[in-house]
Every structure is written in C-alpha cells, then in structure tokens.
Antibody, heavy 121, light 107 residues
Framework: EVQLVESGGGLVQPGGSLRLSCAAS????????MTWVRQAPGKGLDWVSV????????YYADSVKGRFTISRDKSKNTLYLQMSSLRVEDTALYYC??????????????WGQGTLVTVSS | DIQMTQSPSSLSASVGDRVTITCRAS??????LAWYQQKPGKIPKLLIY???TLQSGVPSRFSGSGSGTDFTLTISSLQPEDVATYYC?????????FGQGTKLEIK
C-alpha cells in the first residue's frame, strides 16, 4: 500500500526556515518523480516544486525559486523541501505527491495528508 | 507561463444530472491534462490523465475529453458523493499549473 507521510510543518516567523519531510513507503521510491503542492486556507492548489525519480531534474514555481530547495534521499525513501526566507504568503498546507512514473512530465497519482506551515509574527 | 482557466467557478446540479466542467489553456498543451477531485477536508484524488484516460478505480461516470487548449470533464449522472472541488492541471512542462477550481454542489 502506497503511503506518504509529511512532517516538519509548524509556526515560523517571517524570514525563518523550515524543512519539510515526506516519508514514502509501498513503492520503489527512486522509480517515481515526486512533487510538492500547497494549498492556502480556503484556496486552490498551488504547485511548488518537482524532482525526477533519479533526482537530477528539479523545477520550482517562480514564487519560491531561490528560497526553496527540493531533494530526495533514496536510502531513506524520503522527499524533502527546504524552505528559507519564508513569507506570510507561504502559509499553507503542504502536500507531497507521487507521480505516475520517473518522468516529471506525468501527473501525481497519490498524495499525503499534508503538513501545515504557518508564517506569522 | 501557461495559464489554465476553468469554468464555471461553481455550479449546482441535481442528482442524476449530466455535469460538464471546462478547462482552457492559454497555449496548446497537447493531451497533457489531468483532472483532480478534492472533497471537503480531503486530499486531492487523480481522476483522469492524458486528457481522457480514467485513473484506476475511478467510476465510469467520469470522463474527459479534449486536446490542445480546450478540455472537458463530464460526470454522466451526478451522485451525492461527487460534491467536491475539481481542478484541471496541465503537465506538459514546468510549472505544471492548476486551474482555479470548480466547486460542485448538489441542488
């Protein structure tokens, strides 16, 4: 059974940093691209970042480029999102998602339950 | 970036109705188009990808069509459990943008 469990969210002040983790199980982690999507309270889905199955290809939304870094650890079956210079507008529920295959040009077919990031002074 | 525009933003329909939601891309995306369903308080669920391929386990009353810039999600006979917000997403290149969502309610 595919499982994705996010962690690392919390309350942080503007300008602060957080690292989100997404522990994956139930599938061969390195065979699938992974993505982060966020959803602000009462708002729609907002794509954040994607990483290929091998980890060599990454992309970011313009709104987070230069502030967020996506990475993955094959040995730990874990996806990460390092977030720095956080802004109030980064407040959202952050979901990790598993793609249909290793290629980033595929949609995500499974999502975790999300971890809440609140940026506030 | 390619923008995705859904219409309508919300709709109300009766059980058994045929419901259609449209998604328009600002540039052609071939058939790299997915539809997601997000029920209140739940995680998104992939319904359709490749514009018309039904994801495993999704009821056959859901169907998708279109190519290029114009796409449609159709529910052939609306059920009470279909109350949700529906999002299209193009994924032909990064960033894989979502539409703004269509909130579907039962009349």
């Amino acid at each position: 059974e595919v499982q994705l469990v996010e962690s690392g969210g919390g309350l942080v002040q503007p300008g602060g940093s957080l690292r989100l983790s997404c522990a994956a199980s139930g599938f061969t982690f390195s065979n699938y691209a992974m993505t982060w999507v966020r959803q602000a309270p009462g708002k729609g889905l907002d794509w954040v970042s994607v990483i290929s199955g091998g980890g060599g290809i990454t992309y970011y939304a313009d709104s987070v480029k230069g502030r967020f870094t996506i990475s993955r650890d094959k040995s730990k079956n874990t996806l990460y999102l390092q977030m720095s210079s956080l802004r109030v507008e980064d407040t959202a529920l952050y979901y990790c998602g598993k793609h249909l295959g290793a290629d980033i040009i595929l949609p995500a077919d499974f999502w975790g339950q999300g971890t809440l990031v609140t940026v506030s002074s | 970036d390619i923008q995705m525009t859904q219409s309508p933003s919300s709709l109300s329909a009766s059980v058994g109705d045929r419901v259609t939601i449209t998604c328009r891309a600002s540039q052609a995306v071939s058939d790299y188009l997915a539809w997601y369903q997000q029920k209140p308080g739940k995680i998104p669920k992939l319904l359709i990808y490749g514009a018309s391929t039904l994801q495993s386990g999704v009821p056959s009353r859901f169907s998708g069509s279109g190519s290029g810039t114009d796409f449609t999600l159709t529910i052939s006979s609306l059920q009470p459990e279909d109350v949700a917000t529906y999002y299209c997403q193009r994924y032909n290149s990064a960033p894989p943008t979502f539409g703004q969502g269509t909130k579907l309610e039962i009349k």
